[in-house]
């Protein structure tokens, strides 16, 4: 396995259980992290054998020791900045004006949107996690609601400068108008600014990563060649869910995109990936609203 995989891996079991197990109680089989208490003894060795052996090639450097939790082991050796980190040049008079303006604007959003946050709120689960130096804001199903209303998962990343989609999976059962991806975000975005008592900022880049949505992922390969150009803006932003969905949570904050750029994808498969699907990742940069005509 690559080092993205057992990455994902790791987020993956994180997400999906809550805990921030130890190394030495932790597994691995078929890709997927395990705890070794649910494993016969035969499969508990090999599993731990298993992951040890492509922890040893994801950081060498690190030593595997019993006391090590899953985020210490792997966290990011770079820091990135948090939300309300002012910019270079940035006072702190205009960090507490722009904090003072998102947070009206987030205000208003939820009054007009009211149902749909109260959707959210009893539908819905959001925690904070920490995964390789980033803190995650992950909201899914309640556990009691997963029969009825089937499994729905956001997963996003907040930074000073970019809104990092990770994960987006929102569930057939649950009716297109009882929430949107957009008030998903905003109901997270203000959970993590406040559980963080980090002040509120506008990013400059939204980022759709791993792109899986079949629509999306054709015109990406269609248009190959021409992905800095305006004509696949436009397709991009007014014919898939993806550039919708980042239309409407720009405009929430009153902004706007005006560049895509794309990264990632099939094109950089490595022979050694054996067969693993390399996904897109679509940044669009955002920037305020223009109050008059370009």
Excluded at 25 to 35: A, E, K, S
Aim: aromatic share 8%; charged share 30%.
């Amino acid at each position: 396995m690559k080092p993205e995989a057992i990455k994902s891996a790791f987020k993956h079991y994180q997400e999906d259980t809550g805990r921030n197990d130890l190394i030495s109680d932790i597994g691995m089989m078929n890709g997927q992290v395990v705890r070794l208490a649910d494993l016969p003894g035969e499969q508990r060795e090999r599993s731990r054998e298993t992951l040890n052996a492509q922890l040893k090639k994801t950081r060498p450097e690190v030593p595997i020791k019993p006391g090590t939790a899953i985020s210490e082991y792997i966290i990011s050796d770079t820091k990135t900045p948090a939300v309300g980190e002012a910019e270079s040049g940035q006072t702190t008079g205009a960090v507490k004006t722009e904090d003072a303006e998102v947070k009206a604007i987030l205000k208003q959003y939820k009054d007009d949107y009211a149902p749909q946050f109260k959707n959210i709120n009893e539908t819905l689960e959001t925690q904070i996690i920490l995964f390789e130096g980033n803190l995650l804001c992950v909201s899914k199903t309640k556990r009691s609601m997963r029969k009825d209303l089937g499994f729905s998962t956001f997963t996003t990343i907040f930074t000073r400068d970019e809104w990092i989609f990770d994960e987006v999976k929102k569930s057939l059962k649950i009716d297109s108008r009882d929430f949107f991806m957009s008030t998903v975000e905003a109901h997270q975005f203000e959970k993590f600014c406040t559980e963080q008592k980090l002040p509120m900022a506008r990013p400059k880049r939204m980022t759709y990563a791993n792109i899986t949505n079949s629509v999306t992922d054709n015109l990406i390969k269609d248009k190959i060649s021409s992905h800095d150009s305006k004509d696949f803006m436009k397709a991009y932003l007014t014919t898939t869910d993806n550039g919708k969905s980042t239309v409407r949570c720009a405009d929430v904050l009153g902004m706007e995109v005006y560049e895509v750029t794309v990264t990632g994808g099939w094109k950089d498969r490595e022979p050694e990936d054996h067969g693993l699907k390399k996904f897109f990742d679509v940044t669009a940069h955002i920037r305020t609203k223009n109050t008059k005509p370009l």
